[in-house]
């Protein structure tokens, strides 16, 4: 985390108001219209995590039983079980061999008469490659759900990601281009949408005691808030740091032979929040795992595919074996049958590296060395 004593003054500030909850305070009301005027979108609600803006974002789209979203396996477990949470069925596609991202003639092949919703991850700051995504979506009239979380700051063709699908999420995870310790973000342009979100968020009350729609209770706090809006107000520094750190980084190992550097497609403005470098076995001599235990500062980066986890596997999510046994779905999906082969074999070469903006030009630098001496 990159805290300042500004944002130690902002947190004292609501400390002293008393006021600690969204529904009292002003901190997060002002953090949500910054955010979208930062993003470009009309509405921002924020919540207490970015698993939360990925639930409440597709049970604002009425997504539900019977209904599929197709989806990467190449990511953090909340981008797939938002969907179940919802009570959908996770369909995965595969992801593109250089960006790592979700490849547009996959997502094609996967399309069927239950899709309600394509959910593409902007992954460590690389966009996905959104025109195929959204031509596709117009002409099956389904949704555009942008995981953005590890992406603020990130632009696609000019413009920032999350605002360009129908709804997008963003992460203040401490990891992330900014922090609320805890925390997320919905953005929309939609007025409808805008509106269930924040019904969703608190209970489904417009009003005291008022009950519209079965909601939760996934609010941001006031000191939240507070932090949001004074990282919001240095995001262009810790992007540019981070950009710094990254192209360092890749200009270093770009002629080392064996190890690649993360790949910039020309459609991305990356704002980068690690870097990832894919190693070649048959050339270094070593499988990934053999490579991170001799270069321990290295992170292994979603291991294998989520189709290939327990979860998955053995189908488990709600009593009596929902979403996939409910009758209003009435079909059979076996992950264990599902074969992508860029994606398995990209877990087997990808790792990361921290580029956050306390990292040091010296630890750089000893990354390098090992990394060279790996490659030899």
């Known amino acids: 985390m990159n805290l300042s004593k500004e944002e130690q003054k902002e947190v004292i500030k609501v400390m002293e108001s008393q006021m600690l909850t969204l529904l009292h305070g ?5 953090f949500e219209k910054e955010f979208a005027n930062y993003i470009g979108a009309r509405y921002a609600i924020a919540v207490n995590s970015g698993t939360a803006a990925l639930h409440i974002a597709i049970a604002a789209l009425d997504i539900g039983p019977g209904d599929e979203v197709i989806v990467p396996p190449f990511t953090f477990i909340a981008s797939a079980s938002s969907i179940l949470h919802n009570n959908a069925i996770p369909i995965f596609a595969d992801i593109d061999d250089k960006t790592y991202t979700l490849d547009p003639n996959s997502v094609k092949k996967s399309i069927t008469n239950k899709t309600r919703a394509i959910l593409p991850v902007h992954l460590a700051g690389i966009s996905s490659n959104l025109d195929p995504l959204r031509e596709i979506a117009s002409e099956h009239d389904i949704y555009i759900i942008e995981d953005a979380a590890q992406s603020i ?6 413009k920032m990601v999350g605002s360009i699908g129908d709804i997008g999420c963003f992460s203040f995870y401490p990891s992330k281009n900014i922090t609320t310790g805890e925390g997320g973000m919905i953005v929309t342009n939609d007025d409808h949408l805008a509106e269930q979100c924040r019904l969703l968020r608190h209970h489904g009350e417009p009003e005291w005691y008022v009950y519209n729609r079965l909601g939760y209770n996934y609010r941001m706090t006031e000191i939240q808030g507070a932090i949001g809006r004074i990282q919001l107000k240095r995001i262009n520094e810790f ?11 890749t200009n270093a190992l770009t002629n080392i032979n064996g190890i690649d550097p993360p790949f910039v497609p020309d459609y991305c403005d990356p704002a980068f929040n690690y870097w990832i470098g894919r190693i070649h076995p048959e050339i270094i ?11 321990p500062r290295s992170k292994i980066l979603y291991p294998k595919p989520l189709y290939q986890t327990k979860l998955f596997l053995e189908k488990i999510a709600y009593p009596k074996g929902c979403p996939w046994s409910c009758p209003f779905y009435g079909k059979e999906i076996d992950y264990r049958t599902l074969q992508l082969p860029v994606v398995e074999k990209v877990t087997k070469e990808i790792f990361a590296l921290d580029i956050h903006p306390k990292i040091t030009k010296q630890q750089l630098d000893e990354n390098i060395k090992i990394m060279k001496n790996l490659a030899k």
Do not use: P, Q
Not at 153 to 158: A, F, I, L, N, V
Not at 239 to 249: M, S, T
Not at 285 to 295: L, P, Q, R, V
């Open 26 to 30: 002003e901190s997060v009301k002002t």
């Open 153 to 158: 700051g990130t632009k696609y063709m000019g």
């Open 239 to 249: 992007i540019k740091l981070r950009n710094d750190n990254a192209k360092y980084l």
């Open 285 to 295: 001599g070593m499988d990934k795992n053999e490579f991170i235990e001799k270069f």
